[in-house]
């Protein structure tokens, strides 16, 4: 079930990783990379396709009052959205490192959408600074390791 039916979790940002789909990873080895991240992050049993590939799955950090729906994404879609961050990217200004990234980027045929969303508190607790964005970036550090691709933070037109 997506955090988006869930009116605990109030939806804040989306992050994506782009990479080779020929370096997709498994369901079972993006759970243990997750999983590998320690107590902080708990991450449900992922959903997979009809052959056993990644779908989906969920990773909560309830010290940070936050949550991340992850889902895998190929297709059309995927090269529509690299065009329009290939134009987004266009009107700034790169260091070296960025732009090999941003050629990078250009070569990729899938990605991972990272959805975050933060734990609603209660009405009285409405002050409580517990939300924490650090675990995103986090998670999105990591799947980008683990699948060789780019993080990228479209609202920031942040490369990672």
């Given at each position: 079930?997506?955090?988006?039916?869930?009116?605990?979790?109030?939806?804040?940002e989306?992050?994506f990783?782009?990479?080779?789909s020929?370096?997709?990873?498994?369901?079972?080895?993006?759970?243990?990379?997750?999983?590998s991240?320690?107590?902080?992050?708990?991450?449900?049993?992922?959903?997979?396709?009809?052959?056993?590939?990644?779908d989906?799955?969920?990773?909560y950090?309830?010290?940070d009052r936050?949550?991340?729906?992850?889902s895998?994404?190929?297709?059309?879609?995927?090269?529509?959205?690299i065009?329009?961050?290939?134009?987004?990217?266009?009107?700034v200004?790169?260091?070296?490192?960025?732009?090999?990234?941003?050629?990078?980027?250009?070569?990729c045929?899938?990605?991972?959408?990272?959805?975050?969303?933060?734990?609603?508190g209660?009405?009285?607790?409405?002050?409580?600074?517990?939300?924490?964005?650090?675990?995103?970036?986090?998670?999105?550090?990591?799947?980008?390791?683990?699948t060789?691709?780019?993080?990228v933070?479209?609202?920031?037109?942040?490369?990672?």
């Amino acid at each position: 079930m997506s955090l988006f039916e869930d009116d605990r979790y109030q939806y804040r940002e989306t992050c994506f990783v782009l990479f080779s789909s020929a370096h997709r990873p498994s369901a079972r080895k993006l759970a243990e990379v997750l999983r590998s991240l320690g107590d902080r992050y708990q991450v449900s049993a992922p959903e997979t396709s009809i052959d056993g590939d990644f779908d989906a799955l969920t990773v909560y950090c309830p010290d940070d009052r936050a949550a991340i729906d992850v889902s895998f994404v190929d297709g059309e879609e995927v090269q529509e959205q690299i065009d329009e961050l290939l134009e987004d990217f266009h009107q700034v200004t790169l260091s070296s490192q960025d732009q090999s990234k941003l050629e990078q980027i250009r070569r990729c045929d899938a990605r991972l959408d990272l959805f975050h969303f933060e734990e609603r508190g209660d009405d009285e607790d409405e002050e409580d600074p517990g939300f924490d964005p650090g675990a995103l970036l986090v998670v999105l550090e990591r799947l980008a390791k683990l699948t060789g691709g780019v993080g990228v933070d479209p609202q920031s037109l942040t490369l990672l």
